[in-house]
Nanobody, 124 residues
Framework: QVQLVESGGGLVQPGGSLRLSCAAP????????IGWFRQVPGGKEREGVL?????????YGKVSVEGRFTISKDNNERKVYLQMNNLKPEDTAIYYC????????????????WGRGTLVNVSS
């Protein structure tokens, strides 16, 4: 049973913006580290983008987004968001929402549950 559902992906021109959403209705987001990962076309690894935890704050993953992306969450709504600005073609990837049932670094092996992903395609 999929417990994380991503939305908001799509086709966008370079320089454009997208806001991804992840619904996590079965989780108390106050307790868990939750965040965003991406897998580029042909890539094997899901790389951490940004994660967040109430006590640890913003956690940075392997991907350097140079301040273009921001993560936020709404504990009451049980949602986490990824605002992506000034998108570049190299940002093209499947973006996954993932959660660790505890506190973790923003790395794929630290996560316990994953959504199915949403495709972001940055192209002119």
């Amino acid at each position: 049973q999929v417990q994380l559902v991503e939305s908001g992906g799509g086709l966008v021109q370079p320089g454009g913006s997208l806001r991804l959403s992840c619904a996590a209705p079965g989780f108390n987001l106050e307790k868990y580290t939750i965040g965003w990962f991406r897998q580029v076309p042909g890539g094997k690894e899901r790389e951490g983008v940004l994660c967040i935890h109430d006590s640890d704050g913003i956690l940075y993953g392997k991907v350097s987004v140079e301040g273009r992306f921001t993560i936020s969450k709404d504990n009451n709504e049980r949602k986490v968001y990824l605002q992506m600005n000034n998108l570049k073609p190299e940002d093209t990837a499947i973006y996954y929402c993932a959660i660790s049932q505890g506190r973790a670094w923003c790395v794929d092996y630290g996560m316990d549950d994953w959504g199915r992903g949403t495709l972001v395609n940055v192209s002119s």
